[in-house]
């Protein structure tokens, strides 16, 4: 296979994972193998081999996949778990939740004892879902320590728009996320630090006012502002659920 024949969802995918799979975080040893891949490169590279290892976005990819029609790592599935996607948006949550339990539920152990049906309220077909609510780190916010905030937002996906570009790094603004009086929140206003610096990993190109998706404090891609509108629509409402979980313990 050649680098231009390599379906768009297996760049898509490399471009999402290589971030935690660079800090060690999640999937197999190869992380610069996924970054040549979302640069257009590596064409000898088996990314489904390495997909299969990821253990938090691989289940979720195979339960899309299959209750959209098509295979795992098809662009629609791929965009559905990462960014969320009208088309995703339109499977039902109630079926996606069982299926996915199905499968990581009897892998989770005694420590993550929460994964059965109560979740099904907060159960959405994308990444979010897996950052707030099957991650344990919302279950940790109220020791008041700063990790649980910090990690929740890096693991998160977020938009952010450019300010401004050079070699190394792009100067973005977008909504951080705060937890103040028991409530999970986005917030783009000046005292949260809306602006910050972020590595470009994929060689990316773009202009003052664009709009990127960040993951991990790295660009994942340069998105359209319907894309990046409905992420941020997607991560709200998703911590809305959670935050009714919260209030409610």
Not at 21 to 41: H, I, M, Q, S, T
Not at 45 to 58: E, I, K, L, M, N
Request: hydrophobic fraction near 45%; charged fraction near 25%; include cysteine.
């Amino acid at each position: 296979m050649s680098a231009d024949s390599r379906p768009h969802g297996e760049r898509l995918f490399a471009r999402y994972a290589y971030h935690p799979n660079e800090k060690g975080y999640c999937g197999p040893d190869g992380a610069p193998l996924l970054a040549e891949v979302a640069r257009g490169e590596g064409a000898g590279v088996d990314v489904r081999g390495a997909a299969t290892r990821f253990s938090g976005a691989w289940p979720y990819l195979t339960v899309i996949g299959r209750l959209l029609a098509c295979d795992p790592l098809d662009e629609r599935a791929v965009r559905a778990y990462w960014t969320g996607s009208a088309e995703g948006d339109a499977i039902d949550p109630a079926v996606f939740w069982r299926a996915l339990l199905a499968i990581i539920g009897p892998r989770a152990g005694s420590y993550w004892a929460y994964l059965d049906e109560s979740l099904a309220a907060e159960a959405a077909p994308h990444h979010a879902f897996h950052v707030f609510g099957v991650y344990p780190w919302t279950r940790l916010l109220s020791t008041g320590r700063p990790e649980p905030v910090e990690v929740l937002e890096s693991c998160a996906i977020l938009p952010a728009t450019v300010m401004h570009t050079d070699a190394t790094h792009w100067r973005v603004r977008g909504p951080r996320l705060v937890y103040r009086e028991g409530i999970l929140a986005l917030d783009d206003s000046d005292d949260a630090d809306a602006e910050r610096d972020v590595t470009i990993p994929f060689g990316d190109t773009a202009t003052a006012g664009e709009k990127v998706a960040i993951h991990w404090g790295a660009v994942a891609e340069v998105v359209d502002g319907d894309t990046a509108g409905g992420l941020e629509a997607r991560v709200s409402a998703q911590l809305a659920r959670v935050n009714a979980r919260l209030a409610a313990s």
